[in-house]
């Protein structure tokens, strides 16, 4: 399973953006996938996660209401769209395979990582 974040980049206060994730293994389709991110001196926190079929979500308390996570199965890609984005969302976003279908909020549920994509959002 090869995953692969982008997106990211640098934003205001109050805009908007939206993160993709490829996954290059059709078999991932399947499994449920989530987004975490790490800010500088902080550890890694989840953000959001999805189950394999786009039924349920679940999000982070300071992103509720704000961001938003969906998948094209076909397609096999992941989206986190983040509205209202704040300075303290200052970031590197991962997503991540969980190991079975379901959401899942925790590290431990994550089996396959990819590569970050920074998000910097100034004030």
């Known amino acids: 399973v090869q995953l692969q974040a982008s997106g990211g980049g640098l934003v205001q206060a109050g805009d908007s953006l939206r993160l993709s994730c490829a996954n290059s293994?059709?078999?991932?389709?399947?499994?449920?996938m989530g987004w975490f991110r790490q800010a500088p001196g902080k550890e890694r926190e989840f953000v959001a996660t999805?189950?394999?079929?786009?039924?349920?979500?679940y999000y982070s308390d300071s992103v509720q209401g704000r961001f938003t996570v969906s998948r094209d199965r076909a397609k096999n890609m992941v989206y986190l769209q983040m509205s209202s984005l704040k300075p303290e969302d200052t970031a590197v976003y991962y997503c991540?395979?969980?190991?079975?279908?379901?959401?899942?909020?925790?590290?431990?549920?994550?089996?396959?990582w990819g590569q970050g994509t920074q998000v910097t959002v100034s004030s």
């Open positions: 293994k059709r078999t991932s389709s399947n499994n449920g």
């Open positions: 991540a395979a969980a190991r079975g279908a379901w959401a899942a909020t925790s590290e431990n549920d994550y089996a396959y």
């Open positions: 999805i189950d394999w079929n786009g039924g349920r979500s």
